[in-house]
């Protein structure tokens, strides 16, 4: 098989088992807890390498931000073997009760982006495999997790007020801009997906991602996101 054109790997390339952070940084702090790693490509916003953590073999792939590009990084990695995908990544809270660095497991998303509805109906729903989704609450046996669905976005900067009141009457858990067309490609394809999350940001409070920090992600959510990793890569051992 042909070298993907945008990942820059081929067929042997890469494990069955695929860890996809958004932000190619978090490729590097996932790869440093495993036991050993070797980076394997990096082109554009993806970043691939390959790790072991406990004797399982997995591979680390950066997706960029948002639907478009999660869906090519899920379309060339399944074209070279990979079969299961773990998200890990950050989402914005939408219940009042929610904290900076609370963990969110998936068990669905809203498709309020426009990617999946290119390969299907958005009355199709957008869900996690069932073994994926055990295994990350498994994981989290000894940390507090909120499970339950959230919602994929496309317009970071749109979410109005109407929207946010509307999801959190919904009862939809927090927002993130990938998991729906991640989740609804695998199911698709026969393959296996689910995700993790680590919160930055309470869109019902008013805070979003930066909101009472320089940096992207506020002190408690960069310490916490080492913890979903961790989840995420103790989830990878049962799988």
């Known amino acids: ?12 390339d890469v494990h069955e088992i695929a860890v996809i952070p958004g932000d190619p940084g ?3 702090r996932i790869a440093d807890l495993c036991d050993d790693s070797e980076v394997v490509a990096q082109n554009r916003e993806y970043k691939v390498v390959n790790a072991s953590y406990e004797g399982v073999d997995l591979t680390i792939c950066s997706t960029g931000i948002g639907c478009p590009s999660a869906a090519i ?9 990979v079969e299961t995908f773990l998200r890990c990544g950050t989402c914005g809270a939408l219940q009042a009760d929610m904290e900076v660095g609370d963990m969110v497991v998936a068990t669905g998303a809203a498709k309020e982006e426009g990617t999946s509805k290119r390969y299907e109906d958005e009355v199709y729903p957008a ?5 994926v989704l055990r295994g990350l609450v498994d994981a989290a046996a000894n940390e507090e997790v909120h499970v339950g669905p959230i ?8 979410e109005s007020d109407a929207y946010v009141d509307d999801w959190e009457d919904a009862n939809l858990l927090a927002i993130e801009m990938e998991a729906a067309t991640v989740f609804a490609l695998a199911r698709r394809k026969g393959l296996r997906a689910g995700a993790i999350c680590t919160v930055d940001g309470n869109l019902v409070a008013g805070t979003q991602k930066g909101a009472d920090s320089d940096d992207e992600l506020p002190e408690k959510a960069k310490n916490n996101v080492e913890r979903a990793i961790r989840i995420t890569l103790n989830a990878v051992t049962s799988l």
């Open 1 to 12: 098989m042909a070298k993907q054109p945008h990942l820059l790997v081929e067929e042997g």
């Open 26 to 28: 978090r490729v590097d």
């Open 73 to 81: 990084a899920v379309e060339e990695l399944s074209r070279v073997g």
């Open 127 to 131: 869900v996690p495999d069932y073994d």
């Open 151 to 158: 919602v994929s976005d496309d317009a970071f900067y749109n």
